[in-house]
């Protein structure tokens, strides 16, 4: 056979699987995009051997940190404490949550005897309906969140509209916290720039904020990609490098700013669960792989005012 017969079949077949495998994973995702998340994560959060119809006892929902658990639930617990120990919290700060989903991370804060307990918590998530499950959720711990005053918000992150008078980083408010948390959620912000800023206004002089976050290699993001222009798994915007990430908190005022690189304790070991949990999962861990591939990176970034 012919080299150049040959190569011309090869990339038209390439050309056409390439093309539909982009097409249905733009569809999926566009599907998806008004609301990339309800309630799914709680059969993730079952445990191994646990009955299918039971409950999870936990509603994590977030990659992971799998260094020393192949758990979802454990690695996402493990996640969220690595952002808690960046954000140097202590005995009766002040905490700002934001993207907390359907509240695992409020929980925690109000029941784990080996977490600092806040003096008030304040949560925000854009979801309506993880809005209301998390408010119910923690309603049950009364007991257990004695002391610890708590406000939860539902609406974006990012204040944009004066009609949002309550959100806890209204311009114009006077609320202020000794730590901003964002557990894997930022790079979905309109825009994570403008949450930094807003959010150094409202911490506390000393108070940090820290965000478990995606942002990408310095020289992959350099090279084009169709991929990364047509699968948009985050805002252009939001897509920096790790340099970048830095030098943006340090314009904004923050210092002592420290960047992480954990992605191999993160995505290897969030694919590998979801892989075999069906079709949407699928395309989603090859989405994934393609945005490691072309320079992902997760990272633990923090910086005080
Ligand atoms: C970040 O971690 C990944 C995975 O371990 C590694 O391939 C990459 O070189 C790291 N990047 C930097 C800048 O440390």
């Known amino acids: 056979m012919s080299d150049g017969g040959y190569s011309i079949i090869h990339w038209a077949l390439i050309v056409s699987a390439c093309v539909c495998t982009t097409l249905i994973i733009s569809v999926w995702f566009h599907m998806k995009s008004s609301d990339p998340y309800d ?61 907390h989903g359907t509240g695992e991370s409020l929980i925690l804060f109000l029941t784990s005897p080996s977490i600092p307990r806040p003096r008030s918590l304040t949560g925000i998530t854009s979801l309506a309906l993880h809005h209301q499950r998390s408010a119910a959720r923690v309603q049950r711990l009364t007991r257990s969140s004695e002391g610890t005053a708590i406000f939860l918000y539902h609406g974006d992150a990012v204040y944009t509209s004066t009609e949002q008078q309550d959100h806890p980083l209204n311009f114009n408010g006077a609320s202020t916290f000794d730590a901003i948390l964002a557990l894997d959620c930022a790079y979905h912000f309109h825009s994570r720039g403008e949450f930094l800023r807003q959010s150094f206004h409202h911490l506390t002089p000393g108070g940090r904020i820290a965000l478990a976050d995606i942002c990408f290699d310095g020289e992959a993001l350099q090279r084009p990609s169709l991929m990364r222009s047509v699968l948009k798994l985050m805002p252009k915007e939001n897509m920096v490098s790790m340099e970048e990430y830095v030098a943006t908190m340090e314009r904004i005022g923050f210092t002592d700013v420290r960047l992480e690189n954990i992605s191999k304790y993160v995505f290897p070991g969030f694919t590998g669960f979801l892989r075999g949990r069906g079709i949407g999962w699928s395309i989603f861990c090859r989405v994934l792989d393609l945005y490691v591939a072309r320079g992902a990176r997760f990272v633990i970034v923090s910086g005080r005012r």
Do not use: S, Y
């Not at 051997?49 to 977030?62: A, S």
């Open 39 to 99: 309630l799914f994560h709680l059969d993730l959060n079952k445990l191994p051997g646990q009955e299918k119809t039971r409950p999870p006892k936990t509603e994590w929902l977030n990659m992971g940190f799998w260094k020393d658990t192949q758990v979802f639930p454990e690695a996402c617990e493990a996640l969220a404490r690595k952002l808690i120990t960046a954000a140097e919290i202590k005995d009766g700060a002040r905490i700002l949550d934001v993207g």
